[in-house]
C-alpha cells in the first residue's frame, strides 16, 4: 500500500494503472475511518483491480464556525485500517495541494443543496461537490463509494456526476451501525459516554416512524411531530430538523404514497448528528 | 468520418479508443466554422491520434436577449470542412441531450467570469465553463484546442481546467484574420458589407495600441483613450469595453509593465465584435 501526498505523483500512479487497463475503485473519505467506511472500502475491492482511498478533511465543506479544527485525525490509524481491508494507495494531500493560491473554481448542484442540512450549513455542499469533482479528475475511478449514512450528499453527487457526465459510476451503501443502532460516524468519537445513550434516540424516532408507516400512518406532518415528542424528551437534544422528502428532488412530501426519504439534524450537547433511513410506501 | 448525436453512442466510441489508448483531441465549437476552427482542427490532428469535433450552440451561454436563435447554423457545410480537415467523430447533439429536464449543475470561475464580457454578459462564463466541463467528460480528450480570440474564455477554460484537476491539457492558438485584419468569427457572417468595412476598426485600434506601446506609451488610460477615439469615429460602433488587463488574473493594469492583455468588445451595428491582443512590456 503507498501513501502519496501529491498530486503529480498520484496521477502518474493513476496513468500507469489507466495504460494497463486495471479498473479502479474509489473511497473518498475525510479520514477517523470506521465499519461504515471500511464495508465501502471493501466493496470497492471486491468489485475492481485497484482500491484509492483518500483522506482529506476538506476545509471547504465546513462553515467558519464548524468543528473543521478539531475533526479527528488519525492517519496511523487509518492506514492501519486501510492495509488491512486490501486498499492499494491511500492518497492523502494537504490542503495547500488541493486549494492552491487563488483557487477559484465551484461546482453547484442547485436547490438540492440548499434544503434539509444545506439550509444549516450554508456552502457544505458547494465544498462537497466542488472537493468531489477534484478527487474524480485526479483518481479516475471507474466506479465511486459513498455511504447512504450522508443521504443528502449521496443525492447530491449522483445528480453532479449525472448532470456534468463524469465517466464513472456511483454506489451507495446502506449505513452501518453499532448494536445499539447509532450509525456509525467519525464524529461519534466526539461524545460522552451519557451523551451516546442519548444519541440513540435518532435512530429509535427513525424506527418509530417507520413503524407508523407500517401501521398505515401517512400523513408526514403527523410523523414528523411524533418523532419530535420522542426526540425532545432528551435534554441534550437539539434538532435542526426533521424531514420526509421525495428521494430524488429533496422537496418535503405531504403523504407517504411513494419511496421517502427520513432525514434528521439533531445536536446531542455539542455535537451534530445526522441520520435518515429510505422508506417505501 | 462519424456524425454522433447522443451521449451514449458517443461514450461507447470514445470507451472503444481509449482501450486501444488512441490518443484524442479535441475540438469544441459553436458549428459555423471558420479558418480559426480549422486551424485548431488541423492542430489537434497533427498532435493527436483522434480528431473529436462538437458542434453545439449552447443555449446556457447565451442572455435571454441575446442570439441564441439566429446564431449561424450548417452542419452540412461544417460536416463537409471537417470531413476535409481530417475530423473523426462530429459530436452533435441537441439541446435536451446536453442539458435533460431537471439539470441542476453549473461549474463557476469565480471573478475571472464577472469582469470584461462577462460584465456585459451576466451567466455567459458559467454556461460556457459548465458545458465545456461535460464535453470534456464525454470526449475525455488528451489535449483541448481552443482560440485565442475568446481571451476570456480561454483565461478560465485554463484556470477551471487546473483547479478542478481535469486530467488533460489545454491549447491555445492564436486568432486567425481576415487579410484586412478582422478576427475570424462566426458573427462576421451577420455583417452587412459597410459593417464589415466598419469591423477593422477592432484590429485597427489593437494595432493601435501595439504601436504606442512600442513607441514607449506606458500609460493604460492613455492608450485606451487613444482606442476609443479611433473606434468612436465610425458612426456603426458603440463599444461595451475596451482594457488592459493583467493576462492571468485578467485584472486591469494601470502600466503595461509587463504582458498584458489588451480587449476590447465593440457592437457594429446589431453585431457585438470582440478582438484582442497579448502585448509584452
Avoid at 149 to 176: C, E, F, G, W, Y
Wanted: charged content about 30%.
Amino acid at each position: 500500500m503507498q501513501i502519496i501526498k501529491t498530486i503529480k505523483k498520484l496521477r502518474k500512479e493513476i496513468n500507469k494503472l489507466k495504460r494497463r487497463n486495471k479498473t479502479i475503485g474509489f473511497v473518498p473519505t475525510m479520514g477517523a475511518l470506521h465499519r461504515g467506511h471500511l464495508g465501502l472500502i471493501r466493496r470497492a475491492g471486491k468489485e475492481n483491480d485497484i482500491v484509492v482511498v483518500s483522506i482529506f478533511v476538506n476545509p471547504a465543506q465546513f462553515g467558519p464556525k464548524e468543528d473543521f479544527r478539531k475533526y479527528p485525525r488519525n492517519l496511523k490509524q487509518d492506514a492501519g485500517l486501510c492495509r488491512k481491508a486490501g486498499v492499494d494507495i491511500i492518497f492523502y494531500p494537504d490542503a495547500k495541494e488541493i486549494y492552491p493560491d487563488n483557487y477559484k473554481t465551484y461546482v453547484f448542484v442547485l436547490k438540492l443543496s440548499d434544503c434539509l442540512c444545506g439550509n444549516f450549513r450554508p456552502g457544505h455542499f458547494q465544498g462537497v461537490a466542488t472537493v468531489v469533482t477534484k478527487l474524480f479528475n485526479m483518481v479516475q475511478p471507474d466506479i465511486a463509494y459513498f455511504g447512504q449514512k450522508d443521504a443528502q450528499q449521496a443525492v447530491i453527487i449522483k445528480k453532479m456526476v449525472s448532470d456534468l457526465n463524469m465517466p464513472l459510476k456511483i454506489k451507495v451503501l446502506p449505513t452501518v451501525r453499532e448494536d445499539e443502532g447509532l450509525a456509525m460516524s467519525s464524529r461519534n468519537a466526539y461524545l460522552s459516554e451519557d451523551e451516546r445513550k442519548d444519541a440513540l434516540v435518532l435512530s429509535k424516532a427513525l424506527n418509530l416512524a417507520r413503524g407508523l408507516i407500517k401501521a398505515g400512518l401517512k400523513d408526514a406532518p403527523k410523523i414528523i411531530a411524533r418523532m419530535r415528542k420522542l426526540i425532545t424528551a432528551k435534554k441534550t437534544s437539539r434538532i435542526d430538523y426533521i424531514s420526509i422528502v421525495d428521494l430524488e428532488n429533496l422537496k418535503p412530501v405531504k403523504k407517504v404514497s411513494h419511496a421517502c426519504l427520513i432525514a434528521l439534524a439533531v445536536w446531542i450537547g455539542k455535537i451534530r448528528l445526522i441520520d435518515n433511513i429510505i422508506v417505501k410506501k
